[in-house]
């Protein structure tokens, strides 16, 4: 399954580590998820939409699908609200 959170992540100029910690996961299962190494489970990839402002359709496609283009959703990181 190929994905737009590397983009997605770089366009909120965020570390990998940021999203991290966000996430509550490691570096490591960011960096994979990233370079598709990994799928995210179904929860974790409703998280990734909604820190980015997405839907889990415009964030992941199928491998055989052409990718949509750059992420278009929030421009910045105040989407993301943590108590």
């Known amino acids: 399954m190929k994905n737009l959170v590397n983009d997605s992540r770089t366009r909120l100029q965020w570390s990998q580590q940021k999203l991290a910690d966000e996430l509550g996961v490691s570096r490591q299962t960011v960096i994979s998820i990233e370079r598709g190494r990994f799928d995210p489970s179904l929860p974790l990839a409703f998280r990734l939409a909604a820190i980015f402002g997405m839907s889990l359709e415009e964030l992941f496609f199928p491998d055989d699908v052409p990718s949509p283009?750059?992420?278009?959703?929030?421009?910045?990181?105040?989407?993301?609200s943590r108590a």
């Open 69 to 80: 283009g750059p992420p278009t959703g929030a421009t910045d990181s105040s989407v993301v």
